[in-house]
């Protein structure tokens, strides 16, 4: 059971650039989000998804693009890299509790670290 | 949104050592849970409590939800619990969005 997988672990792009962060669950989870960590400023979340063919924003969702067609997939696109997205970025799934809220326990997947020169 | 603070930013420790680490939040919440990253980076979850008291081995956590906050206890440190402790909690008026404190960073020593 692999639980949440991230690939690549590491990537460093030039400014400009576009990439594709994969992120894929076996756990059948409905929720899944995706945050970047940068220091000392704890983890914030980007976007995320209460199922398929629904995204919405989170907190930092400038400059990045999701989509979700499948449970198990949530890929995070950078349209055009930009030095201040250089961090570090987490993948998460859960189930949905009550009400549809993703007040379940969150699993991480390992993060990909990236750097924009 | 909510907003979640915790305390203290840093604590040295020599092994078995008790702590106590709070994690402070502005609203009611539906979703409280701590996180231990390890020094390689990796998140793992320790516990999902909304409110009351759990425990696991040398840890126990304890949410106060009526006075907003939670409390992590590590008993017996070990030098495996150095890392950073994260609370995150979600409210009901945002209830699918996750909000991070900055963390507590634990460095336990011989």
């Known amino acids: 059971n692999a639980g949440v997988t991230q690939t690549p672990k590491f990537q460093v792009l030039k400014t400009g650039q576009s990439m594709t962060l994969q992120c894929a669950q076996d756990m059948n989870h409905e929720y899944m989000s995706w945050y970047r960590q940068d220091p000392g400023m704890g983890l914030r979340l980007i976007h995320y998804?209460?199922?398929?063919?629904?995204?919405d924003q989170g907190e930092v969702p400038n400059g990045y693009n999701v989509s979700r067609s499948t449970t198990e997939d949530f890929p995070l696109r950078l349209l055009s890299a930009a030095p201040s997205q250089t961090s570090v970025y987490f993948c998460?799934?859960?189930?949905?509790?009550?009400?549809?809220?993703?007040?379940?326990?969150?699993?991480f997947g390992d993060g990909t670290r990236l750097s924009i020169l | 949104g909510i907003q979640v603070e915790q305390s203290p930013p840093d604590l040295i420790l020599q092994e078995g050592a008790n702590s106590t680490l709070r994690c402070n939040f502005s609203?009611?919440?539906?979703?409280l849970q701590w996180f231990h990253q390890n020094p390689w980076g990796q998140l793992i979850n320790l516990f999902y409590?909304?409110?009351g008291t759990k425990q696991n081995g040398r840890l126990s956590a304890t949410t106060v939800a009526t006075e907003r906050y939670s409390l992590l206890y590590i008993s017996s440190s070990q030098t495996t619990d150095s890392g950073v402790y994260f609370c995150a909690a979600t409210n009901t008026g945002t209830a699918s969005k996750l909000t991070f404190g900055t963390g507590t960073r634990l460095q336990v020593t011989l």
């Open positions: 609203d009611s919440v539906n979703n």
């Open positions: 998460a799934s859960s189930s949905l509790g009550r009400g549809g809220y993703s007040n379940q326990p969150q699993h």
């Open positions: 998804s209460v199922g398929a063919g629904i995204t």
């Open positions: 409590i909304p409110s």
